[in-house]
């Protein structure tokens, strides 16, 4: 009975160890290990580094042999004292470290970790299965651009993270905490991407995201286009992207194909998809017949629209070869896939015919 008390005390005291209590075992057992070495004489043994190293080595178990007692009462004193006494603690804080770790991936893969992130791409919402094909798509374009941003999914939904070692994960409980969304960082983030199951949601949340970082760039998706209108008038810089299956059917039964057609330059698996990139601010005007031309010679790509620096909400689909583009425009074009490096003077000052 005496021994079942005890073996239970010395269970519980071990289990609920924290670090603190860890840490003045290790000093006791070295500092009275020293004494009982010093009292049987151990004096080779008890010199401040070689005492150290030996220690950990014949604690641990794993006893090299070059320092070993020599005395009698040394050799009992290691036998019956050091070694079974190490392995407890040395146990003792590999399982507390091993549980740390666990713990640690356990609060991120159930998105409680605090994150520490900036410039990356923040996804705001769970959508399902359409979710996890976004995360995959926007893993697949991460990887054809510089600086590799990461990838940040913040939800309300009851879900782990999808994609562990790809992405980080954050779970709150509002789109509209401070408290909550510091935690994901919107506030440094440099794309917000927001697709919620409900319009309702998509519009507080792109208001709160816009309050609290207006320099991002910043995407809505809604099943109801009516409601952009309304968040545009108030968020401007906000781009909305509205359902387009109705508009798809329309086009595909008069144009066959249409569907096909722009569900390949989305897709970035295979094929000819969609691309843009900014001029450079000091590249003097070029025409986009000089570009147009440029493109398809040196590069297999097909210009399609432009953005003014001005207004990059506003997308000229086909624009006139005689218009000029200017330093911090953006342009779209369709190629095999993105191009890393343009050689932008070869477009100025030639004529392509």
Known sequence: MVSRKL??????????????????????????????????????????????????????TVGYGDFSPSTEAGKYLVAFYVIPLGLSIFALVLGRVANWVSNQWQKGARGLKDLDIEDHILVLGWNGHRTLRLLKLLLRERASVEGNPAIVLCVRADITNPLPDEIEFVKVSTFSNDI????????????????????????????????RNPNAQMVAYFNDESLVPLLQRHCP????TPSVAVEMLAKAAFDPGSSLLHHDLLDVDEGNAQYSVTLPSDIPPIKIAQLFMGLKRDYRATLIGLARANDKLS???????????????????????????????????ETYV
């Open 180 to 211: 909550d969304m510091d935690r994901a960082c919107v506030a440094s983030a440099k794309v917000i991407l927001m697709d919620n199951p409900e319009d309702d949601l998509t519009m507080t949340t792109a208001l709160y995201c816009s309050q």
């Open 237 to 240: 810089n906000i781009e909305c």
């Open 7 to 60: 073996r239970k005390l010395i269970t519980r005291v071990f289990s609920e160890m924290r670090w603190y209590t860890i840490v003045l075992a290790l000093a006791f057992y070295a500092a009275s290990t020293w004494i009982l070495l010093w009292l049987a004489d151990e004096k080779a043994l008890i010199q401040s580094t070689d005492f150290i190293y030996w220690l950990v080595v014949t604690g641990s």
């Open 315 to 349: 997308i000229q689909v086909n624009p006139d070869l005689s218009e000029d583009v200017f330093g911090d425009d953006k342009i779209f074009y369709i190629a095999d896939e993105r191009i890393q490096k343009f050689d932008w003077q070869a477009f100025v000052g």
